[in-house]
């Protein structure tokens, strides 16, 4: 998997054409396909960590193991306040934690998880 800084057209061609917020991130790029996405966006103020995966990838490879590394040094370089994350990926609890976040709990985008304080 390569890990390369994300253009807008990536974005489009990974979640289909949409208004999408300032954000800093990176793609993963399998064969010209973009098949995952990292990052931190500026919503309300508040800079929240992203990331989507396509179903596709083997979250077991030494290249995504890779990938993950990097895109986690990369938005703890970025600086981030807050995450939402799926309740039904169970690789977020772990990442997030890793990262300095705790769950607050539900929200209607996700559990929510903020800077340990």
Same mark, same amino acid.
């Given at each position: 998997?390569? *890990?390369?800084?994300?253009? /807008? ?7 289909? #054409?949409?208004? !999408?917020? =300032? ?10 396909? *973009? ?7 500026? /919503? ?5 960590? !992203? ?10 490879? !030494?290249?995504?193991? #890779? ?23 169970? =690789? ?5 934690? #890793? *990262?300095?976040?705790? #769950? ?14």
């Amino acid at each position: 998997m390569l *890990v390369r800084p994300a253009t /807008r057209q990536d974005l489009e061609a990974f979640y289909g #054409r949409g208004d !999408f917020p =300032t954000a800093r991130a990176l793609v993963g790029v399998i064969a010209d396909e *973009v098949v995952a996405v990292a990052g931190v966006s500026l /919503r309300h103020g508040r800079r929240i960590v !992203f990331a989507d995966i396509n179903e596709s990838v083997d979250r077991n490879s !030494f290249s995504f193991r #890779r990938a993950a590394v990097a895109a986690i040094r990369f938005v703890q370089k970025a600086g981030f306040d807050a995450a939402f994350a799926n309740p039904n990926e169970s =690789t977020a609890p772990h990442l997030l934690q #890793r *990262v300095g976040l705790e #769950r607050l709990g539900p929200s209607e985008h996700g559990d929510f998880y903020e800077v340990k304080r």
